[in-house]
């Protein structure tokens, strides 16, 4: 069992910058996929990026591609997303999520793809 806990939400104003981290329980290593989605209020849960399990690919969507850069440790179990230039339509809940891959290099971007979740952090941006 696996479980992903975010933090780093909070209030920023329009142009600023937030860096989230997603601290997953057990070992997250080489075989797990793992991405950042965002819902927004009254909006499906819509992908943010994803990255490999060997963390040598990553995928962004349009909307924040060159804005976000996602990342991961696996030696400490731990996913970033750094954000910067956030505009309010950034607004959301954020949420981690992962899966066991039998490829280290498997790249998957929708949340039915996904097996485990966080609870998700608030990301606020003031304009």
């Known amino acids: 069992q696996v479980q992903l806990v975010e933090s780093g939400g909070g209030l920023v104003q329009s142009g600023g910058s937030l860096r989230l981290s997603c601290a997953a329980s057990?070992?997250?290593?080489?075989?797990?996929?793992m991405a950042w989605f965002r819902q927004a209020p009254g909006k499906e849960r819509e992908f943010v990026a994803t990255?490999?399990?060997?963390?040598?690919?990553?995928r962004y969507s349009d909307s924040i591609k060159g804005r976000f850069t996602i990342s991961r440790d696996n030696a400490k179990n731990m996913l970033y997303l750094q954000m910067h230039s956030l505009t309010p339509e950034d607004t959301a809940v954020y949420y981690c999520?992962?899966?066991?891959?039998?490829?280290?290099?498997?790249?998957?971007?929708?949340?039915?793809?996904?097996?485990?979740w966080g609870q998700g952090t608030q990301v606020t941006v003031a304009s």
């Open positions: 057990g070992r997250i290593d080489s075989h797990y996929a």
């Open positions: 999520a992962t899966k066991f891959t039998s490829s280290t290099r498997v790249v998957l971007t929708t949340p039915s793809e996904f097996r485990y």
């Open positions: 990255i490999t399990g060997s963390g040598d690919v990553t």
